[in-house]
């Protein structure tokens, strides 16, 4: 059993920055170490895309074209949380933001939704223009 639970987002203006967090809870046997963890959005009248992702300890960290050099996305596994730092805010970057854990996400598959299987319940960031 994995819980997630996102905090952090809110409005920010045009180039404006903002952090978001997500903590678990793990009860499934394995350590937060063990999971590869990603940020995933939903933006109005959109599919849910991949924003970064983290592999699990040793792993890279990979990001999405739209977002790579604004965005960072990191990991605290002492504290079972993960981090995304967003710069450079756009609009466009207007969504509803969900992290995510994966047990056995093979590198392919780091940007498919499907590959993961825990899910926060998201956080609303708006950025106005």
């Known amino acids: 059993q994995v819980q997630l639970v996102e905090s952090g987002g809110g409005l920010a203006q045009a180039g404006g920055s903002l952090s978001l967090s997500c903590a678990g809870t793990?009860?499934?046997?394995?350590?937060?170490?063990?999971?590869?963890m990603a940020w995933f959005r939903q933006g109005p009248g959109k599919e849910r895309e991949f924003v970064a992702a983290?592999?699990?300890?040793?792993?890279?960290?990979y990001y999405a074209d739209s977002v790579k050099g604004r965005f960072a996305m990191s990991r605290e596994n002492a504290k079972n949380t993960i981090y995304l730092r967003m710069n450079s805010l756009d609009p466009e970057d207007t969504a509803v933001y969900y992290c995510?854990?994966?047990?056995?996400?093979?590198?392919?598959?780091?940007?498919?939704?499907?590959?993961?299987?825990?899910w926060g319940q998201g956080t609303q960031v708006t950025v106005s223009s």
């Open positions: 793990f009860n499934s046997g394995r350590s937060f170490s063990a999971y590869t």
């Open positions: 995510a854990a994966g047990a056995g996400v093979i590198l392919s598959s780091v940007r498919n939704a499907a590959a993961y299987d825990w």
């Open positions: 983290v592999r699990r300890s040793g792993g890279g960290t």
